[in-house]
């Protein structure tokens, strides 16, 4: 019994992420002006500062970055500044 509730536990704190990640994700696309972008970046930040403390994937941190520069390019017509 006590298998099965640590079984039922642990997908809840990953799904948590995974929303998170998700939401993330559709506020980077759904960006069409710069100010909208530098709200999205902070997203990007406080999303690594909260689950880094916890643990994540890194890939996950990759593709926030890589959206953030792909909508960045669409919206600005220009290279990110790195």
Do not use: W
């Not at 690594?48 to 890589?66: A, I, Q, T």
């Amino acid at each position: 019994m006590l298998t099965y509730n640590l079984i039922v536990m642990q997908p809840h704190k990953h799904q948590s992420l995974e929303n998170s990640y998700n939401k993330t994700i559709s506020v980077i696309e759904s960006c069409k002006t710069d100010n909208q972008l530098e709200g999205a970046s902070r997203m990007v930040k406080n999303f690594k500062n909260l689950y880094g403390r916890v643990g994540y994937p890194r890939v996950l941190s990759y593709s926030l970055d890589r959206e953030l520069d792909k909508t960045y390019f669409r919206v600005t017509k220009q290279l990110p500044l790195k």
